[in-house]
């Protein structure tokens, strides 16, 4: 790996050579108080929304990349030299730096003019700041006199005004230095809280007051950007500290920064911590809280205490799914990267990374119902607030918002497919946790005074999904399913969807299995009814011969069918029908062959295949992208689990693990990868484009919850039932075995999976405790721990 690689202990990935193809970013946070940072420093913050509560400026656009960002500079007063304890935005000494990102954290180091520096980068649990714990050692023989800038650039508050409405927007910012507290204040006067872009004037202030402080005092400071940075320079070269002329001076308007200047000496071998704190403070209680807010993190034992809390909770989160594999790669991902990341993504949502500016869409529907099938195992507290706010966000007939805004603010698309996730998310919390009490839990429904049952709630969706097909009995497109650039397939007559019908008929499967394990037989029934409609719908009329068509179009014409010039097959419904459990084994299996002959690569399979290198406006946005990129012809992350999970289903453990590895993000050349070698990317470019294997639109992806499940649930066969925990693993031949920990309604399992005749699927005998028992479901167990024994065969 040219630009960095795993710590031993596999929690760290540490960049040794900073210019990376792309920032290569983490995510610091606490649920409230969120920052993304880079390699380089680059990043934003936020305060709750990305949207409303926007801290920190970035622009992803940017030239130079990657700005702005949390920096902090260097001057050597003695010899006039600046640098800074990240790469950027300096750029000087390249090979001088080495940066670690680990789980809620990134700490950069460098060794620069005789000074050794480290600056640790983390958010703390139990309070909205970020904390830039930095460390400087003198190194030489002689005593150095040093000043040392921190800088940020703000937002204050709506981040799209702030984008588009700079002109105006900047007469109502306020910011002023408190030298007995030595910290700048920041905050504006007027608040927009529209999602999208408005003249409508909001009579409001925005309702936080930022801070930025530090512990030792400041000899300066500077609140404004222009008389900081100067007029015609950028953050590489500040016109201040070149000519060491911080202001101090509070403003009233313009774009704000905040930098503070302190002034340091060192002794031959003497190191100094410096700490660097950027927050918020509710402005109802600014007053009551300024002082205790400001000062909470100066002393370095505060520091540490907080960072040892941060770490222990990542560790209680990891401790719920722990494998060791004869693979070093697959225990790195399934152990740390994935759960990792599937949390991140859980927490964060798609709206705020490096490609997602945070001011366009809220949280999606379908996103959050799938993100929450990976927290559920570890909090799933977290999970059913989620699954709760979910339900929210439905109308009495099913429909729901596609994206939505905090709760009670959406957008409807009529996308077809977003109702149904919703059962996903609740069959997998109560298959993990036990909590029938859930389907009682009463929430409102989006038309005013309507409420009912998380149970009524999944009625609701059967109706939508019921009332909501065409002339073929298979779901009506709308305005696009689980691919958002199939949009206008069928014009105003309105496509169909065959995947549709293949996903209705899984996730109307899980209901159906929960009906029954509730001993509800005639809802089950009726439940059944539908489901069995659409099985049908899809048999009848939608097998092409090798494969299944992806969908029917205005007048019945066909996409995804070997008739079609472009996007002849397409790989979501040759993996669903598995999923849903049709019943034609032999088109299941010829589906998946023609996978992995018409749409594997190099790469991954590939989303569809031949790519669209022609328009078509009667199919939509997928035929408008270039070929081999996003959804023409692109291996997608996402659907590629799917393909795993179905080859573990049939028995394929050897193809299933193939493409499981092939996915691995630690590829050997970043160059062409270009995205971060330790998380998932939503897709990578195929061999249907001259640049084959560039990765984009990294960490916010559904790939990462799902791969953690399908890793877990179906290559391990680790998988929760309503009665207990199910050992189905289906592994390559060329494992012994493997061992692995799963804590489960608070027990933890112990298991360890023998495979002396290198099988692909199949368990001869469990034994718990050394007890054989004669199913392959290992009962709830009242213990804290029990030891399983696996042997396949």
Not at 495 to 513: H, K, P, Q, R, T
Request: aromatic share 14%; hydrophobic share 35%.
């Amino acid at each position: 790996m040219q630009y960095g690689y795993f710590s031993k202990d596999k929690k760290e990935y540490i960049i040794t050579k900073m210019n990376t193809p792309s920032p290569w970013i983490n995510y610091l946070y606490n649920g409230r108080y969120f920052t993304s940072i880079s390699n380089n420093g680059g990043g934003m913050s936020y305060f709750k929304s990305p949207l409303h509560g926007r801290i920190t400026r970035y622009r992803i656009n940017e030239v130079p990349h990657d700005r702005p960002g949390k920096y902090l500079y260097i001057k050597d007063n003695e010899t006039g030299e600046v640098w800074s304890l990240t790469w950027q935005p300096v750029g000087k000494h390249l090979e001088a730096y080495k940066l670690a990102h680990g789980f809620g954290y990134t700490r950069s180091e460098a060794s620069i003019n005789g000074i050794d520096s480290s600056v640790l980068y983390f958010v703390p649990q139990d309070d909205d700041q970020e904390l830039w714990k930095t460390t400087l050692k003198n190194i030489t023989d002689k005593p150095r006199k040093l000043s040392v800038y921190g800088y940020v650039e703000l937002a204050l508050g709506h981040a799209l005004v702030d984008l588009i409405n700079q002109c105006d927007d900047q007469h109502f910012n306020r910011s002023h230095f408190e030298k007995d507290l030595n910290a700048i204040f920041s905050t504006k006067t007027y608040w927009v809280t529209q999602t999208k872009g408005t003249q409508q004037q909001e009579n409001k202030e925005w309702d936080q007051w930022t801070f930025f402080t530090a512990n030792h005092a400041a000899s300066s400071y500077e609140t404004v950007r222009e008389r900081f940075i100067g007029l015609y320079r950028n953050e590489n070269n500040p016109e201040s500290i070149e000519k060491e002329m911080l202001s101090s001076q509070d403003t009233d308007f313009g774009n704000v920064v905040n930098a503070l200047k302190i002034d340091i000496e060192l002794q031959p071998g003497e190191t100094k911590d410096l700490i660097f704190t950027l927050g918020v403070i509710e402005k109802l209680k600014f007053e009551e809280l300024k002082e205790q807010k400001v000062n909470k993190y100066k002393d370095v034992a505060v520091i540490d205490a907080a960072f040892k809390k941060l770490n222990k909770s990542w560790d209680d989160y990891f401790a719920h799914t722990s494998v060791e594999t004869p693979d070093d790669d697959v225990n790195t991902f399934m152990k740390y990267w994935m759960p990792y990341q599937a949390k991140v993504a859980f927490d964060v949502g798609r709206v705020a990374s490096f490609y997602y500016w945070g001011i366009g869409r809220g949280f999606g529907f379908r996103d959050t119902s799938q993100d929450t099938i990976a927290v559920t195992i570890s909090n799933p507290e977290k999970a059913k607030e989620r699954i709760l706010l979910l339900s929210r966000q439905m109308r009495t007939d099913g429909k729901v918002y596609h994206h939505f805004h905090g709760d009670g603010e959406g957008e409807f698309t009529h996308h077809c497919d977003d109702p149904l996730w919703f059962m996903l998310a609740v069959s997998e919390y109560l298959k993990e946790t036990g909590d029938f009490d859930l389907l009682n839990n009463k929430q409102r429904f989006i038309e005013e005074g309507k409420e009912g049952s998380i149970l009524d709630h999944m009625y609701a969706v059967v109706n939508y999904a019921k009332n909501n097909l065409g002339i073929h009995g298979l779901p009506v497109f709308g305005r696009g399913d689980w691919n958002d650039t199939l949009d206008y397939i069928g014009g105003d007559e309105g496509g169909e969807s065959v995947w549709g019908g293949m996903f209705y008929a899984a996730m109307l499967n899980l209901f159906i299995e929960l009906l029954d394990y509730l001993d509800k037989q005639k809802e089950k029934a009726e439940v059944s009814i539908v489901r069995d409609k659409l099985v049908k719908a899809v048999e009848d009329n939608c097998w092409d011969g090798e494969w299944y068509i992806r969908a029917f179009g205005g007048k019945g014409s066909k996409v995804g069918s070997h008739e079609n010039k472009y996007g002849k097959i397409f790989l979501n419904t040759q993996i669903w029908p598995v999923l849903a459990g049709f019943p034609d084994k032999e088109r299941n299996v010829t589906a998946l062959n023609s996978v992995k002959k018409y749409l594997d690569s190099p790469e991954g399979p590939k989303k569809c295949s031949p790519a669209w290198k022609e328009i078509d406006p009667n199919i939509g946005l997928v035929t408008r992208c270039v070929w081999g990129k996003k959804e023409n012809g692109a291996v997608f992350c996402h659907p590629t689990t799917w393909v795993i999970q179905a080859e573990c289903m049939l028995g394929r453990s050897n193809q299933a693990f193939d493409y499981f590895k092939k996915m691995l993000p630690n590829r050997i050349d970043s160059d062409i990868f270009v995205a971060e070698p330790y998380v998932y990317s939503q897709y990578i470019t195929s061999n249907e484009h001259s640049h084959a294997g560039r990765a984009s639109h990294s960490w916010q992806t559904g790939s990462a919850a799902w791969m953690y499940r399908v890793s877990y649930d179906y290559i391990l066969g680790l998988r929760p039932s309503y009665n207990g925990l199910l050992i189905d693993p289906a592994i390559p031949t060329h494992w012994d075995g493997f061992k692995a920990k799963r804590i489960y309604r608070g027990c933890l399992y112990i298991i360890e999976v023998f495979n002396p005749q290198h099988l692909e699927k199949g368990v001869k005998e469990i034994f718990v405790d050394s007890v054989k028992i004669d199913r392959n479901v290992l009962p709830v167990s009242t213990l804290k721990e029990c030891n399983v024994k696996v042997i396949m065969g």
